[in-house]
């Protein structure tokens, strides 16, 4: 089975992008080619879809000044065999309802009734997970969860009442910035800024499953987001030190659980060890640690020493559930 193909590249997605619209300008080819492409892509890109000698034949310059395609239809967008099989997979998976119709998700079936899927959820045994994961079938969960991914992508103001994880009722008004799933706990959050008076107050997470109410204030908030000037404003002001080491492929296991995470990383060429310096939401903080407590002896957390002493803390509790208490033991085992 052929997984790698041109017609799935990157360039070949820029030029079919371009190719939609029946008429474009030269403005728009460089910007398509600065968001989608790579970094030095608009260095020989453009040459070759803006009509001169050497371009690929895809536009035609018209007397306006504006570039018109050659074909009379878009490309036709083409499935492979592994993406009908990956799509047949992907619809028993009970989230595909938050972002699809029943109705779409019925035809879809029927379209690839012939379609062997690619996997079966049941080959997936998951360790290391919560079974409090969010109830996707709900239907008052589902339109929750729509109304937060509609706010999202059209930057809308909403009323929200929602229960935070202290059991506290919590109402007011958010523009919710991004959507986020978490493996570990199975459950969809969003990133969101409180307002007052149409102004940013303070920023946080919202839990989808704990929402009892959205809705739509038919406003947009027109300030611009940065979502590195939020994420950075909710950081840790002290990184977790981290020594990480290579037995049982740990630094491979350790760069990928936290690939999306800012890591400043030095090794110590004398013992193959590595020093990460990991820095995470605050509110992530409880998250984080049993990540990091989930790689067992092949790490070792330096600091801050909160973080240490929760470490510390929490492997004594387990330690006491399955074998009783023994200070001289853990003692010994923490040095302390």
């Known amino acids: 089975m052929n997984i790698f193909s041109e017609i799935y590249g990157t360039y070949f997605r820029i030029a079919a992008k371009l190719l939609e619209n029946e008429v474009t300008e030269e403005k728009n080819v460089h910007e398509t080619i600065l968001r989608d492409g790579f970094r030095d892509s608009v260095l ?13 034949g895809l536009f035609r310059r018209s007397s306006d000044n504006m570039l018109r395609r050659i074909t009379k239809k878009a490309p036709v967008k083409v499935l492979t065999k592994l993406q009908k099989m990956w799509l047949k997979a992907k619809l028993s998976d009970p989230r595909i309802r938050l972002f699809l119709e029943d109705e779409v998700i019925e035809d879809l079936k029927n379209e690839l009734a012939d379609v062997k899927p690619l996997y079966h959820h049941e080959h997936f045994r998951l360790t290391d997970r919560y079974a409090d994961h969010d109830d996707y079938s709900d239907e008052k969960y589902i339109a929750n969860f729509r109304a937060a991914l509609d706010a999202v992508k059209k930057r809308k103001i909403v009323d929200i009442s929602f229960t935070s994880g202290h059991g506290k009722r919590v109402s007011g008004r958010f523009v919710m910035l991004k959507i986020e799933f978490s493996p570990k706990n199975g459950k969809f959050r969003a990133y969101c800024y409180r307002l007052s008076n149409d102004r940013i107050k303070n920023s946080g997470l919202i839990n989808i499953g704990r929402i009892d109410t959205i809705t739509d204030t038919g406003r947009i908030f027109r300030t611009p987001v940065s979502m590195d000037d939020y994420f950075s404003s909710r950081k840790c002001s002290a990184p977790a030190v981290i020594r990480v080491t290579n037995e049982r492929n740990g630094v491979e296991r350790f760069m990928l659980e936290f690939a999306p995470y800012e890591k400043h990383t030095v090794r110590d060429l004398e013992t193959g060890q590595y020093t990460v ?13 049993i990540m990091l407590l989930s790689f067992g002896p092949v790490i070792e957390i330096l600091g801050p020493e909160k973080l240490r002493a929760q470490a510390k803390e929490r492997l004594m509790r387990q330690y006491e559930l399955l074998y009783g208490r023994n200070d001289n033991f853990t003692d010994k085992l923490f040095d302390v």
């Open 277 to 289: 310096e990991l820095w995470y939401d605050e509110q992530d903080e409880t998250e984080v640690l």
């Open 44 to 56: 020989f890109l453009p040459q070759k879809l803006i009509p001169n000698g050497e371009d690929w």
